[in-house]
């Protein structure tokens, strides 16, 4: 469904991607783990366009999309929630999801979507009429979550939903993404959250400065030495300042 | 007694049909600002230019049909707004697109420049003389009580709180002014929706091109002689903006109409008691803004930014 191939990226001078090839069937949850700064976050913006790679290609469903706007991406059915949630603040609850559906014609299409939003998430159609900056760090995820599928996106790209949440949330954000897989929805999640994102995961890739140095499902990545070291905190020395990403 | 109150609240009407000018090209660049982060100096002059425009069109169909009629301004103004529209697209070529991720001082150099331009080319094209731009409204005035009001400046305020309404509705109730917010408040999270946000660039400067356009067929008639110095007019709409709250839509609007006031009571009743104050009514806007950014820098409605990291 979702294929890369050699794809790098450079911010001004800065190469963040330095050959990056990764593979998304459909029906699968894909996640990309690794440290902050690896890059994580620039291949989701490199996919949906937000920055243009210099070498490499990208397919969504055989048709090459790495040249294409933001918005021809999300058209396509690549909706991307990005780091830090990113709704707009001074908007309404109602006015946020409105935006998510910008791309929906038909006015009946979109009020069942809104409806299907509120039945999913409840809280949302308590607060529709509140100004999205005023609600909770898990409440503005759930909101940012549902935005993203007021399109019904054929790949959704989640960039650390858990970031900045407490425990007890987090475990509500991982159900929820669980279920959105189990209900058919194509996901590539980026995470820091490693024991998390591995467990509901078909198939992980653990990047390292721009490159992807193992893939491999949740048993063969679990039981990689080097994985166990570096993220899970297992192992003869943990590098604390990776593991916090520091 | 009554001489001077019926003074001050002449001073006050006319202050405030001023200040809804003030207000309306503090909105257009208020708008250009928020959205594109560009803060645009030649904003009163492009009031200047579409007062020009507006002034040729009336004349160009009076020559024609002789007798001004109600459907000479209408037709004029309609063109006038076509005109608008089709010069803010351009702007959006020439100054929003290739500067978009230049420096900030560079898009102050281009804008300051393009004001110096406009006003060139309009002097060139106009000729250099004062024009005498009509009213539709004539110059009758009205007496309500003990105060006089000219039917030029109800209708000033009039058209001013119409058009203020009319760009609220756009911007709460419409997809393309929802999307406009959601742009100005975080262009990288619009882009992910979908929202092709050189449109809504371009949509902007259009609605700022518009504004100012619409500002300058209100004014004209008011200051009498039409000259290209219009456009030093628009500065004052920083003042105007700084004191409501650098940024804020509403802040423009009440921080032009205090100004326009401010300028008419100091200039009206006050200079009349105190000599000295006539010298500096020019300046007094620049005054109040000294006093907005020592006392209060966020405006009476700015709201201070926490950026997040």
Known sequence: MLKLVGVETYYGKIKALHGVSLKVEEGQLVTILGANGAGKSTILKTISGLVEPENGTIHFNNIRIDRKDPEKIVS??????????????DLTVYDNLFMGGFLIKEKELLSERMEEAYAHF????????????TLSGGEQQMLAISRALMIKPRLLLLDEPSMGLSPLLVQDIFATIKELHKSGVTILLVEQNVNHALKIADY???????KIFLSGTYDELINEEKVREQYLGEGKYIRREKLWGG | MTDILSGFGQEIISGIALGSIYALIALGFTMIFKATEVVNFAQGDLMMVGAYVNFFFVSTFLSNSGEPSAWTFMVALLCSIIFSVLFGLFLDFIINRPLKDAPIFSVIMATLSLAIIMRALVAM???????MPISPFGDN??????????VLDLSIIASAIILVI???????????????????????????????????????WIFSALVATLSGVLL???????????????????????L???????????????????????????SFHFEWIKEINDIIAWFVLIAVLMVKPNGLFGIEKVKKV
């Open chain 2, 166 to 204: 009319i760009f609220y509705f756009i911007f709460h109730y419409t997809k393309w002014g929802i999307a406009m917010q959601a742009t100005s408040e975080d262009p990288v999270a619009a882009q992910l929706m979908g929202i092709p946000i050189k449109k809504i660039y371009a949509l902007v």
């Open chain 1, 204 to 210: 992980g890739y653990v990047l390292t400065t721009g």
């Open chain 1, 76 to 89: 396509m059915g690549i909706s991307h929630v990005p780091e830090w949630r990113r709704i707009f603040p």
């Open chain 2, 244 to 270: 409501g709250g650098f940024g804020s839509i509403p802040g423009a609007i009440v921080g032009g109409v205090i100004l326009g006031v401010i300028e008419t009571i100091s200039l009206g009743t006050l």
């Open chain 2, 141 to 150: 005035s009205i007496t309500i009580g003990i105060i006089v009001i000219s």
């Open chain 1, 122 to 133: 409840p809280i949302l159609k308590k607060r529709k009429d509140q100004l999205a900056g």
């Open chain 2, 125 to 131: 094209i106009a000729g250099p003389i004062s024009l």
């Open chain 2, 220 to 242: 004209a008639p008011r200051i009498a002689l039409l000259d290209t110095s219009m456009g030093f007019l628009g500065l004052k709409a920083f003042p105007a903006a700084v």
